[in-house]
Structure formats: structure tokens, C-alpha cells
């Protein structure tokens, strides 16, 4: 008995009922059931003269032969062996030469992290190289999976088309969603290869457009502003999400209410993806100290209401101040019934 390198099947020489000769048969390790194809031609080297290479798809027995991973079947791939028996395998494993066909792939999956609905990634580059001892074949080169719309490939392997041994093809990947949530896919190739088809696996995620608001500055301190002053500042509101952004209400609330009052002409339409508005705040403060407030944005995007805490001091008004000059007029001398000034 003998198995293939990968274990998919089990091969076994069976002596036939009359004794005078013997074939290979196959059989599925997955259901030990006989294949189709089973067996083997009774001229087929036995089993027990081969050699598995531990390193590829092979066997080496009379020929060098290269497993099909569907039926099983072995396939000589050489014009004339050169082999001579017994083959003995001096290479580490990794190491020994491949003789067929070989399809090595740069990597096996590509993530293209979360996009807004719409928003399309930069591209990814696989790598095909023909890896073996003999041309590869491409057949076919396709995007397949569970949301093959959502990528999209350019390539420079032209299938069907040939490598030959240590050339390389490029396929260029890129993700756009269509949907929110994750979306998966993956670039499948078809050769002539041992297996005959591989993949590499596509995932990304799709975000739901949504505004984003930032506040600049984040707080405000008018300093000290006398009574009945006023000292003005203003804020920067900016939508850096990924849609039109809401403000429905703008409201000063806290223990000083009424020394803070605001103005937002800007920011009472829509705020579209990049634009900015400005709200004034301005100071009046009615008494004496340190005066505080709060400016609250109540709008459509997460973590709404924003605020933004005010503060600022108020002096007391100075007091109004009569100065008299000169402080002692002198009229000098003047005539009885006559007016000086």
C-alpha cells in the first residue's frame, strides 16, 4: 500500500483471483471507497516500488508521475525517465527539485480593511509564478465567493495563456462595497498545476455613510471681561464624516446662562463632507466673578449632543468719577453789577 504525498488517496496492489498477476487500485481516504477510475492498468509499476516525493504532488516509480487530486490517477509528465531505481531522496524536505508544473501564489488572502458604501480601496497585487520544473498552464482567472461584485482585478496573465518555469503574472485587486457589513470573495485561478485550482481569499467591511462632527477649539475661556462688556469668540464646526450633517439645536445651558449668547447663521442648513460653519459666542457678563455655561449642538451625528464648556471672569464696572477744573476758580477784581465769567 502507498499513499499520495497530500494523503487524498490510498493505493494498494491487489493479486487478482488467479494468482498470476497483480494491478493498483485506488481508493478515497476521505470515504475508502474504490474510485471510478480504479484500477490502475495491469502493466502499472506495483505500489511497492514507489517513492512519494515528500515535497510535491509526485510519485517515481518507472516514470516520474504527477497525481491528479480529483480521480487520483497518475500521470507521467516526462518524455524519458531519468530515473535510476531505487530513487532516494537526499534533499531536506522543501528542497528537492519539482519537475512539474508548479502554481505558487505571493498570498493566500488580502484584507482591504472598512470603506464607506461607494468608496473604492487602493489596489492589491497577487503573484502568480510558474514555480516549477515545467511550463504553467493558466486556464482561467476569476473573482468568485460571496460578493464577487464588491472586487475587482486587472491582470497581466491574459488566460488562458503559459508560464514558463520562473515567470510571473500580476493580478491588481481592488474593493469597492456595495453593502454594509463584512464582504468576502476570492481570486481563483484554474492550471495545469497539482492542485488545479487555488485561491486567495478577499475580505473587507462596507460603513454605512455618516456625518462626523468636530469642534475646534474643544472649550472656551474669555478671560476677564468687565460688566456690561463684551468679548466675542468663535467655533468651528466641521462635518468630517462621510455624509450631510444636521444641526437641529444650538442652546447655551448651565449656572450663568444669560451672560453667554450665540450666533450660527452658517450652521443652520445642511453641513456637507469636508465643509465647515461657525457659531459666535460672545460674553456679556452681568456680575462680578467667574461666570460659566455650556454650548450644546444637538445634530445627526454620533454622540450627539456635542458640548463645548464657557467660562470666563467679569470685573466689577469701574464708578463713575465728577473731576472738577480748576478746583478753585478766582475771578480776579470786577466792577459792582458787572458779570464775569
Known amino acids: 500500500m502507498a499513499f499520495d504525498t497530500f494523503g487524498r488517496f490510498l493505493y494498494e496492489d491487489l493479486k487478482e483471483p488467479s494468482g498470476t498477476s497483480t494491478s493498483v487500485h485506488i481508493f478515497s481516504v476521505a470515504t475508502l471507497q474504490e474510485t ?51 530513487a532516494i531522496f537526499s534533499q531536506p524536505p522543501g528542497s528537492q527539485p519539482v519537475l512539474g508544473p508548479i502554481a505558487q501564489l505571493s498570498a493566500t488572502s488580502f484584507s482591504f480593511g472598512s470603506l464607506s458604501l461607494g468608496q473604492t480601496s487602493s489596489a492589491q497585487t497577487l503573484t502568480i509564478t510558474s514555480d516549477g520544473g515545467q511550463a504553467l498552464s493558466l486556464n482561467t482567472l476569476a473573482i468568485t465567493g460571496a460578493n464577487p461584485e464588491d472586487f475587482a482585478e486587472t491582470d497581466t496573465c491574459h488566460v488562458p495563456n503559459v508560464l514558463q518555469p520562473g515567470n510571473s503574472c500580476y493580478v491588481l485587486v481592488s474593493f469597492t462595497p456595495s453593502a454594509a457589513g463584512n464582504r468576502t470573495a476570492a481570486v481563483t485561478i484554474t492550471s495545469n498545476a497539482s492542485p488545479s485550482t487555488e485561491s486567495a481569499q478577499l475580505n473587507g467591511a462596507g460603513l454605512t455613510p455618516a456625518p462626523a462632527l468636530t469642534l475646534i477649539p474643544g472649550s472656551l475661556d474669555f478671560g476677564t471681561t468687565a460688566v456690561g462688556s463684551s468679548t466675542p469668540m468663535n467655533v468651528t464646526v466641521t462635518n468630517a464624516g462621510t455624509a450631510a450633517l444636521h444641526i437641529t439645536n444650538v442652546a447655551v445651558v448651565g449656572p450663568n446662562t444669560n451672560d453667554f449668547g450665540f450666533s450660527d447663521p452658517a450652521c443652520n442648513s445642511a453641513i456637507p463632507v469636508n465643509a465647515s460653519c461657525t457659531i459666535t459666542v460672545t460674553f456679556t457678563p452681568l456680575a462680578a466673578g467667574l ?14 449632543p456635542q458640548v463645548i464648556a464657557v467660562k470666563g471672569n467679569a470685573s466689577a464696572a469701574p464708578a463713575p468719577a465728577v473731576v472738577v477744573n480748576p478746583t478753585s476758580p478766582d475771578f480776579g477784581s470786577t466792577t459792582q453789577g458787572r458779570a464775569r465769567r
Not at 509526485?58 to 518524455?79: E, F, K, M, R
Not at 461666570?291 to 450627539?304: C, E, H, K, M, V
Open 36 to 86: 471510478a477510475n480504479s484500477p490502475l492498468p495491469s502493466n502499472f509499476p506495483s505500489s511497492g516500488t514507489w517513492i512519494v516525493d515528500p515535497t510535491a504532488p509526485l510519485i517515481y516509480a518507472d516514470q516520474v508521475y504527477q497525481v491528479d487530486p480529483q480521480t487520483g490517477i497518475p500521470s507521467p509528465i516526462l518524455s524519458t525517465s531519468p530515473l535510476v531505481k531505487p
Open 291 to 304: 461666570r460659566t455655561a455650556s454650548l450644546t449642538l444637538t445634530d445627526d451625528a454620533p454622540g450627539s
